[in-house]
Every structure is written in C-alpha cells, then in structure tokens.
C-alpha cells in the first residue's frame, strides 16, 4: 500500500508545471496540488477561479491583513486559493515558527515548499501576485500595491463569480481601475513597512 508521502510526492510529480518560462496572460496553467499547512493535499484545478501568490514576507503580511477577518469565506467567494512560495525560508525557521504560525490561521494556505511549483507564474516583490483563471487559462494579473486593494478586487471577483461573462467583464474593469487609483496614490516604488520578523528572516537567509 502506497504511503501517504508516497502519494502525495506522485502527485506532486505529476502534476507540477514542467515548464520553466514564466507565464503570462492568455498562458494555461497546468493543474498541481500542494500541501496546505495542515497537510492535507489541496488541487489546483479548473475549479480554481483566483490564485494569490506570495513570495515574500511583506506580499505575504498583506494578504495576512486582507484575510485576518472572515479569510476562508472570502476565498471561498472567490473562487480563489491562497499560495505561498516559502522555499527561500531557512528550513529550521520555517518549521519550527513559520508553519505552527500558518497553523493557527482559520483559512487554507498551499506552501510550495521548493518553489518548483510556482516557478512559472510571475511575481513581484513585496506585493501578492493575483491571477484570475478560466479553466486555468490565465486571463488577468493583477499586483495589488495595499491591502485595500486587494480587498476590493477579491471582492470584485466575489461578484463576478456569480455574474454573468459581460458582469464579469465589467466588474473586473472596475477593479483594475481601483488598482490603478492605489497605485497612483501610493506610489508604486513606495517602500512597505518591513516586518521584525520579516528583517529576522531576511538575515538568517543571508547567514544560513
């Protein structure tokens, strides 16, 4: 009988992007599925409507904000999952503080733990990288630059998941030009507040 790492390290093999290019809108992302930080095997497949993808300590403290009230439901409304790109943690800090951490937050977060996963899909630092699927086709990236855009653009997804294709359209327009009125506003080369944890982190990166 198959073990249950021995499963999941299957389907790890075969569902993980064999490409290394990075993908962009109009690409098709293949189907994966990773571990939450509960263990249990999460799919990402064309059920998936969002992907949120951190990198980083500070994308990753702004989708914490985002999500700290009522997170699995707005995911859920989404039709979106939480993914994080933790391969570049130490993997002493990632264990013994990073994930008991992640265990006491009421919503799913996916861990790629070596980052072969996500390796394809595109990110920027310091902000949480947004890509709205259709069947796993990539239609729209968004890179919300503060929580409160981020906030309203899952929002807007919410809507859009129970709109029709024009609702959709319409609604997803509306929040890319709130992306751009916070950009505008906040400057997009504007710094982010570095977390003491975060600065922890970063230094142990650089001694370990």
């Known amino acids: 009988m198959l073990t249950r790492n021995a499963l999941y390290s299957g389907v790890r093999a075969l569902a993980s992007p064999a490409r ?3 993908l962009g809108t109009g690409a098709t992302i ?3 599925a990773l571990e939450d ?3 249990t095997v999460r799919p990402v497949d064309t059920s998936v409507r969002t ?3 951190t990198r980083d300590m500070e994308a990753g403290e702004m989708v914490k904000s985002v999500l700290s009230e009522d997170g699995a439901a707005r995911l859920s409304r989404a039709g979106a999952v939480y993914v994080s ?3 570049r943690m130490p993997g002493l800090i990632r264990s013994t503080i990073a994930e008991p951490r992640l265990r006491q937050r009421p919503y799913p977060v996916l861990l790629d733990r070596d980052g072969e996963v996500t390796k394809p899909l595109t990110s920027a630092a310091g902000r949480p990288t947004v890509l709205v699927l259709e069947e796993l086709r990539i239609v729209r990236i968004e890179e919300p630059v503060a929580p409160d855009a981020l ?3 899952l929002d ?3 809507l859009s998941t129970s709109g029709t294709p024009s609702d959709a ?3 997803l327009s509306w929040a890319a030009a709130a992306l751009d009125d916070a950009a505008r506003g906040l400057g997009r080369d504007a710094p982010g507040d570095a977390s003491l944890l975060g600065a922890v982190a970063e230094a142990l990166d650089a001694e370990i």
């Open 20 to 22: 290394s290019e990075v």
């Open 30 to 32: 293949p189907g994966f």
């Open 37 to 39: 930080q509960h263990g």
């Open 51 to 53: 992907i949120v993808l």
């Open 85 to 87: 790109d933790v391969s």
């Open 151 to 153: 906030r309203a653009l």
């Open 156 to 158: 807007a997804l919410s």
């Open 169 to 171: 359209s319409r609604v």
